[in-house]
T-cell receptor
Framework: EDQVTQSPEALRLQEGESSSLNCSYT??????LFWYRQDPGKGPEFLFT???AGEEKEKERLKATLTKKESFLHITAPKPEDSATYLC???????????FGQGTRLTINP | SQTIHQWPATLVQPVGSPLSLECTVE??????LYWYRQAAGRGLQLLFYSVGIGQISSEVPQNLSASRPQDRQFILSSKKLLLSDSGFYLCAWSTHEAFFGQGTRLTVV
């Protein structure tokens, strides 16, 4: 069965304190790994797509990396506005269906 | 640019009442369309997806149904709501990455 596990469930950082979020996956044939940001009461906002091990993508203070078994979302010198839940998903099968992890709730204190 | 509209934003319905949530997409043709549900503190679960008009695939057995009467319109329905149908419902479209609407918070009382 395709599974995605994110850790930690919740993370509190001070402003400027860099850290990483983990997404480990078990799928039969990865077609893509996706990172989303979700603010409370809102729909997820697309951040990155990664397709193959060794691939990296960057956007402002965020950097996503991919290995054969996991992905990391690195956040460098975060600001309070980076506080959100970060969701990881893998594309499985046809029709671009996604299997999501539980998310990591990130809080950045000023 | 593409946009996705989902409504209503919040809904409180009594047990046993019908449901109809609507989603429309603008700025793209023949997208794949999806309905996801997010229970409190949990990840998103795929409920239905559609690769074309009238084509609906169900991922989990449940009290809900979906329809796609037009290329860019996707509807989630129920004839009789259960308490367990409460949750945050999200519509999404994809031609490669998936883009989500703002969601409907459904509370069944």
């Amino acid at each position: 069965e395709d599974q995605v596990t994110q850790s930690p469930e919740a993370l509190r950082l001070q402003e400027g304190e860099s850290s990483s979020l983990n997404c480990s996956y078990t799928v039969s044939g990865l077609r893509g790994l996706f990172w989303y940001r979700q603010d409370p009461g809102k729909g997820p906002e697309f951040l990155f797509t990664l397709y193959s091990a060794g691939e990296e993508k960057e956007k402002e203070r965020l950097k996503a990396t991919l290995t054969k078994k996991e992905s990391f979302l690195h956040i460098t010198a975060p600001k309070p506005e980076d506080s959100a839940t970060y969701l990881c998903a893998v594309q499985v099968g046809g029709a671009q269906k996604l299997v999501f992890g539980q998310g990591t709730r990130l809080t950045i204190n000023p | 640019s593409q946009t996705i509209h989902q409504w209503p934003a919040t809904l409180v319905q009594p047990v046993g009442s019908p449901l109809s949530l609507e989603c429309t997409v603008e700025g793209t043709s023949n997208p794949n369309l999806y309905w996801y549900r997010q229970a409190a503190g949990r990840g998103l679960q795929l409920l239905f997806y559609s690769v074309g008009i009238g084509q609906i695939s169900s991922e989990v057995p449940q009290n809900l149904s979906a329809s796609r009467p037009q290329d860019r319109q996707f509807i989630l329905s129920s004839k009789k709501l259960l308490l367990s149908d409460s949750g945050f419902y999200l519509c999404a479209w994809s031609t490669h990455e998936a883009f989500f609407g703002q969601g409907t918070r459904l509370t069944v009382v």
